[in-house]
């Protein structure tokens, strides 16, 4: 603010002193103008040798002669000297026009007086015509401007720096109710909201975005509390069980069957290491790029070789008639399969079938965007899963109460897990009924390759 006013100051002092120096140059021009102007119209009369006398000239201020080249006067305006020449005659250039400053006692008027030359008369008879003017009248007219500039300019300023405060203060009001009320919720480190400004305004929009802000922050807090919560459950449960086994092989000394105590603990080591790899993909997902070495996939390969890693399981895979090539990580497609085939197998009562087909004229229902798509289905004849629950089953750490969610040895992130790894593919994955059976359809639709683009990754059997 203080900044301004100074600033502002400067310029109106700067103004002021422009102004003086305009009104100066154009009060200076005039008197100069009017003066070579009544000179030029004696000279005419000289020159055509009808000089009245005394020489007419209106104003009491202007004082007019014609003298020769021995300086005598041959005529004067009525209040002019007809003695004594207003300019020296040594000091007259008789063959050009002249100004010049002449004490205001020899010619008798107000100071500073302002003395215009012009040639005049003939070759035979020169003759030079003087014209006084008074600047009194310029000087006055200044005076008086720079009195009223140097009583206004202290008024005007205050008054601007006045109305400056107050304007800018009103603007400044709600910057200062928001900065307070970011005070308030770092000082309480909990949850709430800026003020909204009335004024649709920038800072309302300024508001609005900032609460917008905060939502998502506390939404991730809260993701985050509760992921750590659950995370530390589950890490918890094979600990509890890994402590509990040497315990009682401890109590039990030489009884105990270290062969099954053995293999004991390292299912739950096992366990223990699938959740953490789980765990640490997960945080990858969230932060990290899309992976590189994204290019085509051929799905028909792809579904054969997640196939081929369960020999003992029914999987039947239904292969396209001819390739099917979509756009995504390989490693990250085959994980997805080998989850949802995992869950699959676990629950079914009878096969597993994969298959995959175009479908050009689907959109994926989240993240949707133009282009062709195919369609990746993993049906089974379990017990399925409710249609309530079909969106709740792809939250993290989310378990059902019936049989097909509760995981041998997992911690319900294998289709969090799923949904993340389509999602960075571009595609979208929904849950439904098997269309013969009783069972669960799981659907991928995944972005297919464009046209004439070559295979950028070759699924090879491991």
């Known amino acids: 603010m203080a900044i301004g006013v100074v600033g502002l100051t400067i310029g109106l002092a700067l103004g002021g002193v422009v102004l003086l120096g305009a ?71 008789r063959d ?39 600047m009194a009248d310029v000087r006055q007219s200044t005076h008086v401007v720079r009195v009223i500039l140097l009583v206004a300019f202290p008024l005007l300023v205050a008054v601007l720096a006045g109305v400056a405060w107050r304007v800018v203060g009103a603007t ?53 509390r509760a992921f750590v919560s659950d995370a530390a459950h589950e890490l918890r449960s094979p600990l509890t069980n890994i402590r509990t086994e040497l315990e009682v092989a401890q109590r039990l000394a030489d009884r105990t069957d270290w062969t099954a105590v053995t293999a004991n603990l390292l299912a739950d080591t096992d366990r223990l290491s699938r959740l953490v790899d789980d765990l640490l993909l997960l945080a990858r997902l969230d932060e990290a790029p899309p992976a590189r070495g994204t290019g085509a996939v051929e799905l028909g390969g792809l579904l054969t070789e997640v196939a081929a890693r369960y020999p003992a399981s029914p999987v039947r895979v239904t292969t396209p008639p001819g390739p099917l090539w979509t756009t995504g990580n390989a490693d990250e497609l085959r994980r997805v399969l080998a989850n949802l085939v995992d869950n699959a197998v676990r629950h079914a009562s009878g096969e597993v ?47 059902l109460d ?17 949904r993340e790894l389509v999602r960075r593919a571009g595609g979208s994955i929904t849950l439904t009924d098997a269309p013969e059976q009783h069972g669960l359809r799981v659907c991928l639709l995944l972005p297919a390759a464009p046209a004439g683009e070559s295979p950028g990754h070759l699924v090879d059997a491991p």
Do not use: C, K
Request: proline share 7%.
């Open 23 to 93: 009104l100066g140059f154009v009060l200076q021009r005039t008197v100069d103008t009017e003066a070579f102007r009544t000179a030029d119209a004696v000279a005419l009369l000289a020159a055509e040798d009808v000089l009245p006398d005394p020489l007419p000239v209106a104003g009491g201020q202007v004082r007019v002669q014609v003298v020769d080249e021995q300086g005598r006067i041959r005529a004067a305006s009525i209040d002019a000297d007809r003695l004594v020449p207003m300019v020296r005659p040594e000091r007259l250039h």
């Open 96 to 134: 050009r026009r002249q100004q010049l400053d002449v004490p205001a006692e020899r010619v008798g008027l107000a100071g500073p007086v302002l003395v215009v030359t012009v040639p005049a008369g003939t070759a035979d008879d020169p003759l030079t015509v003087l014209v006084a003017r008074s």
């Open 172 to 224: 400044l009001r709600p910057v200062e109710a928001l900065r307070r009320g970011a005070e308030e919720i770092t000082g309480r480190a909990g949850t709430g909201r800026l003020p909204v400004p009335a004024s649709a305004d920038e800072i309302h929009r300024l508001a609005v975005t900032l609460n917008g802000m905060l939502d998502r922050l506390e939404s991730g807090r809260a993701r985050q």
């Open 353 to 399: 079938v994969l298959a995959a087909e175009a479908a050009p004229a689907a959109r994926p229902t989240v993240g949707s965007g133009a282009g062709a798509y195919h369609l990746v289905t993993v049906t089974d004849d379990g017990p399925g899963i409710p249609t309530a629950d079909r969106e709740r089953v792809f939250d993290r750490f989310t378990r």
């Open 402 to 418: 019936d049989g097909r969610a509760r995981d041998d040895g997992g911690a319900g992130l294998g289709l969090a897990i799923v």
